[in-house]
């Protein structure tokens, strides 16, 4: 053990001349591992709320979505689509052909998004999980079947109990608008309800998921889709999904977007990291404000030990030694009740992801806070407060030290 550091453990473990320098030192260590705790803590809890809203926006979009550079659909007849089929981390695609229409639903009306999708999405669709009622079948023999979001069936009393048809209505391509007869300009569908999900309260109020075959037929197309639809396997992870994509923009070109997840969210995905970073900057000058209460006790000491000081020049020792010793026994304080911080943050996040205690109120997707610890904001917590409280040790030291 070097010389400052001894110096600097014998002077915080001892006992002081004056009790209130104890006092300072333990509540300045106590200060800094409660907000290092916190700091722990309340990022974990955001990571998980941030992973349930991936997860939710994983059930309704794909990892990779193509759609046309310009126009609203194509007919997918590429040799790309060929090639990401086979490619091994390619776990399905879908033809998907959406367009917002008006709906009737025995005298109501609204207006949702209908995604009418092929058989391969009706099979292995992820808002299977999330039916609340019905089920998640789009054909009963050649009848059309919808399942319509939670939020968009409350409001117009929809329910797969129910036996009367949704109306769906879209302006015709070919005719135009008569102001005399309105309705003979617009095209209708009959499809009846099967099931009700609920994934989020924005998708829940907006999406119906209908055969492609009734979409085609209310839009009047043949075989145009508005956009493909891959989910790639989870083992193949982000690699495969590089691949997949970079293989894909190489093959179709200019004419078509190909977007991940991420691209297809962008702004959301954006707000929330400049949300985590806005919390993380809160927090920290939080433990910022905690830290001068640091500066205030290694002050104190310094001035108690004025007589030390002394000595040791008179020993011979530098003004560098002696400053290391107060930087060393200030950093000190701050490193404790770090550690005790991320002790108590880690040890909390554990329980609560294993045994859930803190619950969260009824009628939410999760049934208790989640919690995910990223090694990232764990090593970040540290080096913030690890600066901090060597900054505030070495303020007070050149400061309060007379020269020589």
């Known amino acids: 053990m070097n010389l400052p550091l001894r110096f600097a453990v014998r002077y915080l473990f001892a006992r002081k001349s004056h009790n209130v320098i104890n006092i300072i030192s333990a509540i300045s260590s106590a200060g800094i591992a409660v ?13 998980g709320f941030d992973g349930l809203v991936r997860d939710s926006l994983g059930n309704v979009e794909p990892d990779i979505l193509i759609t046309p550079a310009e126009g609203k659909v194509f007919v997918p007849d590429s040799p790309a689509f060929d090639w990401a089929y086979g490619q091994d981390e390619v776990m399905n695609m879908c033809s998907v052909l959406e367009e917002n229409v008006f709906l009737n639903y025995d005298g109501r009306s609204g207006i949702v998004k209908a995604k009418g999708v092929d058989k391969v999405y009706e099979e292995e669709s992820p808002l299977r999980e999330h039916l609340k ?6 054909h009963k023999g050649e009848v059309p079947l919808a399942v319509i979001g939670a939020v ?25 608008i008569s102001l005399a007869n309105p309705a003979a300009s617009l095209e209708m569908v009959k499809v009846f309800p099967a099931g009700v999900f609920t994934v989020n309260a924005d998708v829940d109020a907006s999406l119906m998921i ?3 075959e009734t979409m085609r037929e209310l839009l009047e197309y043949n075989d145009e889709v508005s956009s493909i639809e891959i989910r790639i396997r989870p083992e193949a992870g982000e690699k495969g999904l590089r691949k997949i994509i970079s293989g894909l923009q190489e093959r179709l070109g200019a004419d078509y977007e190909v977007r991940d997840r991420f691209m297809q969210n962008e702004a959301l995905y954006k707000m929330m990291k400049y949300e985590k970073a806005a919390i993380f900057l809160i927090l920290i000058f939080i433990i910022i404000l905690i830290g001068f209460s640091v500066f205030g006790s290694l002050s104190m000491l310094i001035i108690e030990k004025e007589d030390d000081i002394r000595t040791l020049r008179g020993m011979g020792a530098m003004d560098g030694l002696i400053n290391r010793i107060f930087i060393t026994e200030g950093w000190l304080i701050s490193l404790l009740g770090m550690a005790a911080g991320l002790a108590t943050g880690l040890g909390f996040a554990f329980l609560q992801q294993q045994f859930g205690f803190i619950r969260m109120p009824g009628g939410f997707t999760a049934a208790a806070y989640p919690i995910i610890v990223e090694m990232s904001d764990v090593l970040a917590t540290a080096g913030c407060v690890t600066i901090i409280g060597l900054v505030m040790a070495y303020i007070p030291v050149k400061t309060n030290i007379p020269a020589e």
């Open 35 to 47: 907000g290092t705790a916190a700091l722990i803590i309340i990022m974990s809890v955001y990571n």
């Open 133 to 138: 009622e019905g089920h998640f079948n789009l």
């Open 152 to 176: 968009t069936a409350a409001s117009m009393d929809i329910s797969p109990r129910f036996v009367a048809p949704i109306e769906m209505y879209f302006p015709a391509r070919d005719r135009n």
């Open 210 to 212: 209908v055969p492609i």
